[in-house]
């Protein structure tokens, strides 16, 4: 089962408020990952989790925090976001020694 | 210059064809090539996986990948409307800790006509 599920689908928040994206998968892959796709656009690299360690943020701004609790789970806070972020958030996981990624279904965010 | 350029499309077919979708890249230390379609407002599902040159076929889908020219295809036998989506290539070079940052293409965009 290559299944990585993600909550909630869709997102609407305003600039002020606090909300929380949560990805989990359960292949037992040790690496996980959080991707931003604008319209028309491919993937763009967030953060990487390996191992439930941070080893990747693509300079994302701090009003993105990612968080992994377990080897399972992936969650990402977000406070304070811009309009500008609106967009679809992807997470993904790919097993230790492989390469390819298998993606969620995304969580579409409006920011209001 | 962009490490992996794709044409976008939009490239419209009638229903069975065979389809070749292509991208070209720079950096020859790519070694993983992917292919994923993304239907409208989803996730990108992974459809081929290859390592290093050559051909890889799974029913309808080939995955060529011809390191020398930095020339990846994926063929579409058989075409149905059902394919309609976009086509994101992806690749990427070996690194340590297992997680390989994908490098995508732009993705192309593929109507298949009943």
């Known amino acids: 089962d290559t299944e990585v599920t993600q909550t909630p689908k869709h997102l609407v928040m305003g600039m002020t408020n606090k909300k929380s994206l949560k990805c989990e998968q359960h292949?037992?892959?040790?690496?996980m990952y959080w991707y931003k796709q604008k319209a028309k656009k491919p993937p763009e690299l967030m953060f990487v989790?390996?191992?439930?360690?941070?080893?990747i943020n693509e300079s994302v701004p701090s009003r993105f925090s990612p968080e992994c609790p377990n080897s399972s789970l992936l969650n990402l806070h977000l406070h304070a976001l811009q309009p500008e972020d609106s967009a679809l958030y992807l997470c993904?996981?790919?097993?230790?020694?492989?390469?390819?990624?298998?993606f969620g279904p995304g969580t579409r965010l409006t920011v209001t | 210059q962009k490490e992996v350029e794709q044409d976008p499309g939009p490239l419209s077919v009638p229903e069975g064809a065979i389809v070749s979708l292509n991208c070209t890249y720079s950096?020859?230390?790519?070694?993983?090539f992917m292919w994923y379609r993304q239907y409208s407002r989803k996730g990108p599902e992974l459809l081929m996986y290859?390592?290093?040159?050559g051909n890889k076929e799974d029913g309808r889908f080939t995955a060529q990948v011809d390191k020398s020219s930095k020339y990846i295809s994926l063929f579409i036998r058989d075409s149905q409307p059902s394919d309609s989506a976009t086509y994101l290539c992806?690749?990427?070079?070996?690194?340590?800790?297992?997680?390989?940052?994908?490098?995508f293409g732009q993705g192309t965009t593929l109507q298949v006509k009943p």
């Open positions: 950096n020859s230390a790519f070694q993983y």
């Open positions: 993904a996981s790919s097993g230790a020694g492989v390469y390819e990624q298998y």
């Open positions: 989790y390996s191992y439930e360690k941070l080893s």
């Open positions: 290859t390592y290093s040159s």
């Open positions: 992806a690749m990427s070079r070996l690194s340590s800790g297992n997680t390989g940052k994908l490098i």
């Open positions: 292949m037992g892959h040790r690496a």
